[in-house]
């Protein structure tokens, strides 16, 4: 996809810092690159919303009242939480989605390409559209959304976008070229009775698709109707729909069930942790939640399958990729806001330092995670937990 108004004077006169990981960054797949691999790690398309998230709220919002929240956070939203949740883990990361020329979209292309170093050549900026915005309102331990937006256009067609459009009526990337850049992966969102012709090009030009899905609004939870789930290496549902699709009581006899449609399945259990399946080596792998004080899930999903994307390319044990993943997905809830919440590498060391430390610690769960101490920085890292979220798109921030 070309780029419309890619430059568009973004970034002209202003000097912007790194995203939050970068003081620490680490490469995870450093000793994989060869000279003749794919620019890319990750390819990522679908649609960036601006987020404006309330956290702090006693209760949920009661009709004819007004709500105060503590706390508030903007970032981008939607994709963005996975392209972030990668970038911040060190992997290179490309991301195609269209982006308002409004001040919203201007914010959320900035944020992603200058301040976590996400490739958006695929990416383009189209005249007239306004940005898509979700608001989230987060209270105990869980959160209700209110989004709004209409669907781009196609490239070739002028932008007048139809109000009547919803964004959730077509599938992620439908005005896309099928011909995805070459990377080592892709995440891919399913959607039920719909095929997007990108997944299977990028399987044939041996991309390792990763396929996560959504609630199915139709009820009818026809697992044949994931036309690409075939295309897919990895099949990372909740435990609700993973139930739901193969009609099983269990979350582990729906995992051994989706295995039997993709080689790697794995299931997520919210505070019970994760189960997995390898069909290919006969390996499964159950991992418990790590116990945090939740302040917004928010993107939690999206962080889990961004840390087990990071250790399936860089050739981890099941196990210890089930273990990454719940663990940033754990340290992402105590933040406010879905990309704003991702952790970097900065975030995973304090997180095993401070736990290394505490002289009651369950020597088990230590050596469950033992896998971290060659991974984590060497120097001396942020203390944890850390506070980084920003409470409008309103200040500027300077090197």
């Known amino acids: 996809m070309a780029s419309t108004g890619k430059r568009n004077g973004r970034g002209a006169g202003k000097e912007r810092v790194a995203g939050p990981s970068c003081p620490t960054r680490i490469d995870p797949l450093a000793a994989l690159r060869g000279p003749d691999d794919p620019a890319w790690d990750v390819y990522l398309t679908g649609t960036v919303f601006l987020d404006i998230v309330f956290t702090g709220l006693d209760s949920a919002p009661v009709r004819g009242t007004e709500s ?14 996975m392209a972030t949740a990668l970038a911040r883990l060190g992997l290179r990361t490309s991301l195609a989605a269209a982006f308002g020329d409004d001040h919203y979209g201007e914010y959320c292309w900035d944020a992603l390409e200058q301040g976590e170093g996400i490739d958006l050549s695929p990416s383009r900026t189209i005249p007239g559209w306004h940005s898509p915005v979700t608001v989230s309102m987060a209270y105990e331990g869980e959160r209700t959304m209110v989004s709004h937006g209409h669907e781009p256009p196609p490239e070739e067609q002028p932008a007048h976008p139809s109000p009547a459009t919803s964004l959730k009526q077509r599938p992620p ?27 299977a090009q990028a399987a044939r030009n041996g991309t390792r698709v990763f396929g996560d899905v959504g609630w199915d609004d139709t009820g009818a939870w026809d697992l044949a109707g994931l036309h690409d789930l075939r295309h897919c290496e990895a099949f990372l549902p909740n435990a ?89 997905a754990a340290l992402s809830v105590q933040e406010f806001g879905g990309s704003l919440s991702a952790p970097g590498w900065a975030e995973i060391a304090g997180w095993w330092r401070k736990v290394q430390s505490v002289e009651s610690q369950n020597p088990s769960a230590l050596h ?27 200040f500027g921030r300077s090197a």
């Open 68 to 81: 105060w929240a503590r706390g508030m956070g903007s970032s981008p939203g939607g994709v963005a939480n």
């Open 173 to 199: 990337g439908a005005d896309l070229p099928p011909c995805p850049p070459p990377a080592r992966a892709a995440v891919a969102s399913l959607t039920p009775g719909r095929s997007a012709p990108w997944i």
């Open 240 to 328: 609700a729909e993973a139930m739901r699709y193969t009609g099983t009581d269990t979350p582990r006899a729906a995992a051994h069930a989706l295995a039997e449609h993709v080689p790697v399945v794995v299931v997520t259990l919210g505070a019970e942790g994760a189960y997995a399946v390898d069909r290919r080596t006969g390996e499964t792998a159950s991992v418990p939640a790590i116990e945090v004080e939740a302040l917004d899930p928010t993107g939690a999903g999206d962080v889990f399958v961004a840390g087990f994307v990071t250790g399936s390319l860089a050739g981890w044990p099941l196990a210890d990729r089930l273990a990454f993943a719940g663990l940033t």
């Open 368 to 394: 469950r995670y033992a896998f971290l101490t060659d991974l984590v920085p060497k120097k001396a890292a942020r203390p944890w937990p850390l506070r980084r979220a920003v409470p409008t798109i309103g």
